[in-house]
């Protein structure tokens, strides 16, 4: 059999190399889909004469914002949550690497070395396996941390906000209870989406006014779910203005909306006088119609559909304002004597069903219409009724 049929003289196929013209064994044939790779038909020496086990970068730069820490990645800004960077560093080298695609069980270690507070050196080792063959390679990449000032940031840092959401009551102005829980939901809201890897969830500003409190938020459709969530815990209403602030770069106009969470007249706890002669109300629901108990008899109120969460009524006090006062006695059942807590004097008033009648005390409040007997705390008083 002649040389050129590539058979030797026991008849084995052979094959020789393109480069240096040494025989070898015929190289094994790409799998079916597989792109035939055209240094398969070199022997061992030439082949690892050129072989490349990692291709490294000389240096790779991260992006960081020196305000929030987010890492900058393709065209968009990223909370990685990181303490400190150098595990940014090793992850970007890993993006940043490349090893040999015919190498198997490729393993690598990396040692970080911090030069400076902005220059890691990343010394890494990686060994593997490539035509029966154990290779190794060691490479260092220098890190620069580049500190800049993500879009975020920048947006907060510029007072920039597309919402405000007010806080008002009606026809009086919020308590600092309700100021301060109005800005927890806002939190948690912004908190929440925030979670979800939503970068343009922020607060820009909170202010406390004599009115109520005021938070510029990012965009329109968070102020308005945040307006909706305050009205949704307190009762109330949501009204929207909008108001024209500039154009973008294609001419639009671009609008700040104003969303007012308008929080009831009264509030639970709220003891008021609504002068239908059947006595004063303890209001313990503000939510769609107002809700409440009659502080002479203990039966359950709820203002008509018209009236809605605003019937027509004047304040008499507060649960908060109540006092205990001594029992002198249960008259009946619709009456008991007790102790005025301002004159000490006896007086009988109405006894609610929601009244303990073997208690030596009960909380009154004292008003402008007389001593009304109040449930304690904790207590549900429209289960007496």
């Known amino acids: 059999m002649s040389e050129s049929d590539g058979s030797d003289e026991s ?16 190289p094994e044939e790409p799998r079916p889909g597989e792109p035939r790779d055209p240094d398969r038909v070199l022997c061992d020496a030439c082949y690892f004469e050129g072989f490349e086990l990692v291709d490294a970068p000389e240096r790779v730069e991260v992006r960081v914002c020196s305000q929030c820490g987010a890492v900058h990645r393709g065209n968009r800004w990223v909370d990685v949550g990181a303490k400190d960077y150098t595990d940014v560093a090793i992850e970007e080298v890993t993006r940043a690497l490349g090893v040999h ?9 990396v040692d970080p070395e911090q030069v ?8 890494a080792t990686f060994t593997g396996r490539i035509r029966e063959t154990p290779v190794e390679e060691s490479v260092t990449v220098p890190v ?3 500190r800049e000032t993500c879009t975020r940031c920048g947006r907060i840092a510029g007072d920039y906000y597309a919402a405000l959401v007010q806080v008002r009551g009606t026809e009086r102005v919020p308590t600092d209870a309700e100021n301060e829980r109005a800005v927890e939901i806002a939190e948690e809201y912004i908190a929440e989406r925030e979670a979800t890897g939503d970068r343009n969830a922020f607060i820009t ?3 406390y006014t004599a009115s109520g409190a005021d938070m510029k938020i990012s965009t329109n459709q968070m102020g308005e779910a945040i307006a909706h969530r305050i009205t949704r815990e307190f009762g109330g209403s949501v009204s929207a203005a909008e108001t ?5 770069g294609d001419g639009n106009e671009v609008y700040r909306v104003t969303f007012v969470a308008r929080l009831p007249p009264y509030t639970p706890g709220d003891v008021i006088d609504l002068d239908d002669g059947d006595g004063p109300v303890l209001v ?3 939510h769609g119609n107002l809700k409440g108990v009659r502080l002479e008899t203990g039966e359950r109120y709820e203002a008509s559909h018209e009236e809605g969460i605003d019937p027509d009524a004047r304040k008499l006090g507060t649960r908060e304002e109540a006092v205990e006062t001594t029992v002198v006695t249960v008259e009946d059942d619709r009456s008991v004597q007790v102790l005025d807590p301002e004159t000490y004097e006896a007086k009988t008033i109405p006894r609610p069903s929601f009244a303990d009648t073997d208690a030596e005390t009960l909380p009154v409040l004292r008003s402008r219409a007389g001593l009304h007997v109040l449930p304690r705390e904790g207590t549900d008083p429209e289960e007496s009724a």
């Open 11 to 26: 008849g084995e196929s052979r094959a020789f190399c393109p480069r240096c013209g040494d025989p070898m064994d015929p």
């Open 101 to 109: 695609r015919d190498v198997e069980d490729v393993r690598w270690t």
């Open 116 to 123: 400076d507070r902005n220059t890691v050196r990343m010394h």
């Open 144 to 146: 620069y941390i580049a």
């Open 205 to 207: 500003e909170i202010d």
């Open 244 to 248: 024209l602030v500039t154009e973008d």
């Open 284 to 286: 313990t629901s503000a």
